[in-house]
């Protein structure tokens, strides 16, 4: 059996998972294939991070934009796909100990998709192994503004002193406030934007981009850009010395 991925020093990793419809539309198949294509590889990640240990893995599943943007039948796709998924992939998150967690404006979903991720969510939260956050119909300026209406409100009622405020004070405040920072953002199929994905949480993350589309990012590419993430010094605003040059 193949080493497991090193996950050493690294506590949360981000994938913004793109190239789903132009892996399809590439051989000749509608976007929708794509995206079954693409559920592939998210199972495959998922096993080999929590194989791995990693504490934490965010995959970008739906932005607000997509929800509101993309035809409808895609949509529709999509959503069928996400409850499948939950519904099949329940025995391996419980013998692979991952815990799902979400963020982004899951209510909005259709109530069938709803019932199914809370249901998911409940059945795996005694879970100790890697958290599967899935960031759905998510959009990260949302995220903080809901944040500082959060911040505001209890600064209202005396519950948050402006003066003594700090950062941590508004990250309490986020989608999921036990999200640790991202450490590694990957993002697939060739654009090098952060598009909206956790905006608050990607401030100090090394950011690895690669051409692979993402029904074809699995453990090999996965190990690659884990590895790209050992190759880097982070410096988080200090100079660095000479030994880890
Ligand atoms: C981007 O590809 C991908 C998405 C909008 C959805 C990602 C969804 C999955 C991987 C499958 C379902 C997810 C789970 C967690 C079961 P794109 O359609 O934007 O590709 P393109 O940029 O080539 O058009």
Redesign the pocket.
Known sequence: MKAPLDVNGLRHVAVI?????????ARGLV?TR???A??D??REIVTESARAGLPWLS?????TE?YQR?PRH?IRS?MA??RR??IRERPTFMENDVRLRTVGLVDELPPRVVETIRETEELTKGNGGTVLC?ALNYGGRRELLDAAKRFAVDAAAGRLDLEAATEDDLARRLGDDTMPEVDLLIRT?G?MRISNFLLWQVSYAELVFTST??PEFRFPQFEEAVATYHGRIRRFGRVITEEER
Do not use: K
């Not at 998972?17 to 539309?25: F, I, L, Q, S, T």
């Not at 995959?59 to 932005?63: R, V």
């Open positions: 998972m793109d190239g789903n419809g132009r892996w399809a539309e976007r794509g995206h079954r693409g559920v590889s998210v995959l970008f599943a739906l932005s997509n993309r895609e999509l796909l996400l998924f939950m899935l199929a654009e589309c993402w």
